[in-house]
C-alpha cells in the first residue's frame, strides 16, 4: 500500500507535443494520477493560449474544445497518466503526444436494413456519393444502378457498357460518376438531380424506377424543365484500354472545382487522363510492363500507379511526366493508399451540411479538409503487394521506402488509411485484418474471426471502427481502441466483393456475388 501511495504522489514534468513532435507550450508538473479528461482540459487551454497570440498566416489552426487522445512513446494514455509511465521515464521530461479526435461519434452498424434486388449477376463494386446520400452499384450484368436509401428502392438503372462493370468512382463534387468495365470501356454518367434539358447519347439507356415509366410514353412532348439529369451518359470511351480497367481516380476537388480530370489504371498496362469537358484522353501514363493495378491522383497534384511489374510510379499529372520510380516489393503491387484519401474522396463534403455556395468556398472547404489530416508532412502512401508485406513512403520526397510492415502470412489484398490519417487497415488472402499506426507504422492489432480471405475493407467517417467483406459471405465490425470484433453480419449468400461506408455515417453498403447490395444500419 505504501507503495502505491507514494506512485500516486509523484509527479513528472511533461512536456506535450503534437504528431509531428512540435511542442506545444511549455513544460508542467503533473501528478501521476491526472486524468485523460484533466490533459484534454489543459491541453485545449495551451493551444488557446498559442492560438491568440499566433501569426495570421499560420494554417495550423485548431479550434478549441476539441477531444485529444493522448500518447507516451508508444503507449496510449488509459484513464490516467500513471498508465502509461514506466519507473526509467521519471528523470527526464516526459514527452505526451496528442492525437485529435473526430468531434462527433458514428455509432456501429449492427442489422440489416435492406436487401436491395435488381441486378441480374455479381455486384463487383458500392460506392457511396461524397455527400454520403446516394449509393451506386457496379455488376456483372453491365449495368450500373443508383439507389434511393431512404425508400430502398432503385432509381436509374444505367446501361450501355457491354461487359461486366468492375469499378465505379464518384467525382468528388458528387455530380457524376464514371465506370470502367472488363473489356476497357470507360462511362461518365451525370448524378445530377437538378432539372436540365440535355438530351442523352442516343445510345445509351438510363431506365427510370419502373413506376415512372409508362407515364412519358405518349407522344406529346413534356415541358423540358421538369427532367432530372441523373443518370445521362455524359461521356463514352468504348475504347479506353485495350484490356480490363483496374482503377479510377479524380482530380482532387482543391486543385479541379469542375471535376473535369479523371485517371483511369487497367491491365494493358497503362494509365490514361480524361478531360470530360473535350471526351479526349490529355495523358498517357506509361512506364509499366504489366497490368496497372491501382491508380490515385494525390493532393499535391502527383498520379501515383502501382502495377504486377512490382514497381509504382509517380507523374506529375499536369505534364505526364515520370518523376520518380518507387521500388521496394518483390512481388505484384495490388493496391495503394494515401493517408489524405477519405479528404480527397469527399472534397469539400463532411459530416455537417454543406455551408458553402459558392464553387470557390468549396474549393477552400476542400482545401482546408485536405490540410487537416496532411498536417505538416508530406503525403504519406502506402502499398501492400502478393509478397505479404506493406510499405510506407512519401512519394513527394523520396523513392526510397519509408519502412516495410511486415506479419501478413499471404497476399495483401487491401490497404486503407482511417479519414483522420492516424491508422490504416490491412486485409489479407490470409483470412486476417491488421492495424497499424498511420504515423510510426507501428503495428496495433490482428483481428481474426473471418474463415476466407478478406477483400474489402472500410472506415468509419470518426475513424474508430473499420468494417470486413469476405469470401466467406460474412460483414463483419471491428473497434479499433478496444481491438474487438463487434459485430458479425452474416446475410449473403455468398462472397462480399464490395463494402463502404457512407461519408455522413448513417449506413454502410456491400455488394456480394449473391447480386444483392445490402444496406446495414445502427
Request: hydrophobic share 35%; charged share 25%.
Amino acid at each position: 500500500g505504501e507503495n502505491e501511495r507514494r506512485m500516486a504522489s509523484e509527479s513528472i514534468i511533461a512536456q506535450f507535443v503534437d504528431v509531428d513532435g512540435k511542442e506545444t507550450g511549455p513544460q508542467v508538473y503533473l501528478p501521476m494520477e491526472t486524468s485523460t479528461e484533466q490533459l484534454n482540459a489543459l491541453i485545449n487551454e495551451l493551444l488557446e493560449k498559442r492560438d491568440m497570440s499566433r501569426d495570421d498566416d499560420d494554417d495550423s489552426y485548431t479550434p478549441s474544445g476539441l477531444l485529444y487522445r493522448f500518447r507516451v512513446e508508444e503507449t496510449d494514455v488509459k484513464d490516467e497518466l500513471s498508465s502509461a509511465i514506466k519507473d526509467t521515464m521519471k528523470e527526464g521530461v516526459v514527452k505526451i503526444i496528442f492525437l485529435p479526435q473526430a468531434p462527433f461519434i458514428v455509432r456501429p452498424v449492427c442489422r440489416l436494413s435492406a436487401s436491395l434486388e435488381g441486378h441480374g449477376d455479381a455486384v463487383l463494386h458500392v460506392r457511396f456519393s461524397p455527400c454520403g446520400k446516394h449509393l451506386c452499384s457496379a455488376s456483372g450484368d453491365t449495368t450500373v444502378r443508383s439507389w434511393d436509401l431512404n425508400t430502398h428502392t432503385p432509381l436509374q438503372t444505367m446501361k450501355g457498357h457491354k461487359n461486366w462493370v468492375m469499378v465505379l468512382e464518384w467525382a468528388p463534387d458528387g455530380k457524376k460518376i464514371a465506370s470502367g468495365s472488363l473489356n476497357g470501356e470507360i462511362r461518365v454518367w451525370s448524378m445530377d438531380d437538378s432539372p436540365s434539358s440535355t438530351s442523352s447519347d442516343p445510345s445509351t439507356t438510363s431506365d427510370p424506377a419502373p413506376s415512372s415509366a409508362s407515364s412519358s410514353s405518349s407522344g406529346s412532348a413534356a415541358p423540358e424543365t421538369s427532367v432530372s439529369d441523373a443518370g445521362r451518359c455524359m461521356m463514352n470511351l468504348p475504347q479506353a484500354h485495350s484490356k480490363y480497367i483496374t482503377a479510377i481516380a479524380w482530380e482532387p476537388y482543391h486543385r479541379n472545382p469542375d471535376c473535369s480530370r479523371f485517371v483511369s489504371s487497367s491491365k494493358d498496362g497503362t494509365s490514361r487522363v480524361w478531360d470530360i469537358r473535350t471526351g479526349r484522353m490529355c495523358l498517357s501514363l506509361t512506364g509499366h510492363s504489366m497490368s496497372v493495378t491501382s491508380v490515385k491522383w494525390s493532393g499535391e497534384g502527383l498520379i501515383i500507379t502501382a502495377s504486377q511489374d512490382r514497381t509504382i510510379n509517380v507523374y506529375d499529372g499536369d505534364t505526364g511526366r515520370l518523376l520518380r520510380k518507387l521500388l521496394g516489393h518483390g512481388h505484384w503491387v495490388n493496391n495503394l493508399a494515401l493517408n489524405t484519401d477519405y479528404a480527397l474522396r469527399s472534397g469539400p463534403f463532411d459530416h455537417n451540411p454543406p455551408t458553402w455556395t459558392t464553387k470557390e468556398e468549396a474549393k477552400q472547404k476542400a482545401l482546408q479538409r485536405y490540410l487537416a489530416v496532411k498536417g505538416n508532412r508530406p503525403e504519406r502512401l502506402i502499398s501492400g503487394s502478393d509478397d505479404n508485406t506493406i510499405i510506407m513512403w512519401e512519394p513527394e520526397t523520396a523513392k526510397t521506402p519509408l519502412m516495410r510492415l511486415t506479419g501478413h502470412q499471404q497476399p495483401i489484398n487491401i490497404v486503407s488509411y482511417s479519414p483522420d490519417g492516424l491508422f490504416f487497415a490491412s486485409a489479407s488472402f490470409d483470412k486476417s485484418l491488421k492495424i497499424w499506426d498511420g504515423i510510426t507504422g507501428k503495428f496495433i492489432a490482428t483481428f481474426r474471426s473471418h474463415v476466407g480471405a478478406v477483400y474489402q475493407i472500410c472506415w468509419s467517417a470518426d475513424s474508430r471502427i473499420v468494417v470486413s467483406g469476405s469470401k466467406d459471405s460474412t460483414i463483419k465490425v471491428w473497434e479499433i481502441a478496444s481491438k474487438k470484433l463487434l459485430f458479425d453480419l452474416p446475410g449473403h449468400a455468398d462472397e462480399v466483393y464490395s463494402v463502404d461506408w457512407s461519408p455522413n455515417a448513417s449506413c454502410v453498403a456491400s455488394g456480394s456475388k449473391d447480386r444483392l447490395v445490402k444496406i446495414w444500419r445502427r
